[in-house]
């Protein structure tokens, strides 16, 4: 496995996570969730909202 199959690898990766069912996040810690908290967990922020990709 030479060098560039390492990449393309993690490159894949990255890929796969974007497409876990992650789609709300903190507007203000930028954490993310796959439910809708009313507050961020992590801040307290009420900013949590959908991702629009
Ligand atoms: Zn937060």
Request: charged share 30%; hydrophobic share 25%.
């Amino acid at each position: 496995m030479g060098p560039l199959t390492a990449v393309k690898r993690r490159l894949q990766g990255v890929v796969s996570t974007r497409e876990t069912r992650e789609e709300y996040g903190c507007q203000s810690c930028e954490a993310r969730f796959d439910v809708q908290y009313h507050t961020c967990p992590d801040c307290g922020s009420y900013s949590v909202e959908r991702f629009d990709w």
